[in-house]
T-cell receptor
Framework: KAGVTQTPRYLIKTRGQQVTLSCSPI?????VSWYQQTPGQGLQFLFE???????NKGNFPGRFSGRQFSNSRSEMNVSTLELGDSALYLC?????????????FGDGTRLSIL | KQEVTQIPAALSVPEGENLVLNCSFT??????LQWFRQDPGKGLTSLLLIQSSQREQTSGRLNASLDKSSGRSTLYIAASQPGDSATYLC?????????????FGSGTQLTVLP
């Protein structure tokens, strides 16, 4: 069974640009969550999508947005990039975290802002 | 707001030793507690998930315990091997702010020396 796939693995952008990251969950998983990992703040929750609806949202500004498609694939968009957005962005999928199922993580997209 | 702390931040042991990693959380109203490992440049691998009604979970050489009332969890690794070298993260699944999310500790970086 294929794991969680995130593309691209690496991205370099400049301040003010926008970026879209993609996540393909494990087949059959309907929940997709996004996390930001930085050396200073550690792992922080961005948002969770379930059946194409944003079900939970962390404490990030509106520049961070996402969506989920009918096949459960998810995209995350960051607009007006700032230097502080440099991070490893991780996606995790689950059958449904609401039922206590573990989350399975991809290898992440490393975003560098110049 | 949930806060998760892991002690120690780093640990170096000789091969074959048994070791304990500690995790504490401030809000005992959690759904479950999860342990992950992260290898350099990779995403997170789920190791064990302990439901809030359980006291411990075991998988191979790993045993995790949960004491909700005291806000503590421990991960016990028996007969450590160099391949166990990684960063170990614990995460509390609960409501933080207004969102259900995993709140992560900052991790324990484990090095097992051959």
């Amino acid at each position: 069974k294929a794991g969680v796939t995130q593309t691209p693995r690496y991205l370099i952008k400049t301040r003010g640009q926008q970026v879209t990251l993609s996540c393909s969950p494990i087949s059959g998983h309907r929940s997709v969550s996004w996390y930001q990992q930085t050396p200073g703040q550690g792992l922080q929750f961005l948002f969770e999508y379930f059946s194409e609806t944003q079900r939970n949202k962390g404490n990030f500004p509106g520049r961070f947005s996402g969506r989920q498609f009918s096949n459960s694939r998810s995209e995350m968009n960051v607009s007006t990039l700032e230097l502080g957005d440099s991070a490893l962005y991780l996606c995790a999928s689950s059958l449904d975290p609401g039922t206590g199922q573990p989350q399975h993580f991809g290898d992440g997209t490393r975003l560098s802002i110049l | 707001k949930q806060e998760v702390t892991q002690i120690p931040a780093a640990l170096s042991v000789p091969e074959g030793e048994n070791l304990v990693l500690n995790c504490s959380f401030t809000d005992s109203a959690i759904y479950n507690l999860q342990w992950f490992r992260q290898d350099p440049g990779k995403g997170l691998t789920s190791l064990l998930l302990i439901q809030s009604s359980q006291r411990e979970q075991t998988s191979g050489r790993l045993n995790a315990s949960l004491d909700k009332s005291s806000g503590r969890s421990t991960l016990y690794i028996a007969a450590s091997q160099p391949g166990d070298s990684a960063t170990y993260l614990c995460a509390a699944d609960g409501i933080s702010g207004s969102a259900r999310q995993l709140t992560f500790g900052s991790g324990t970086q484990l090095t097992v020396l051959p």
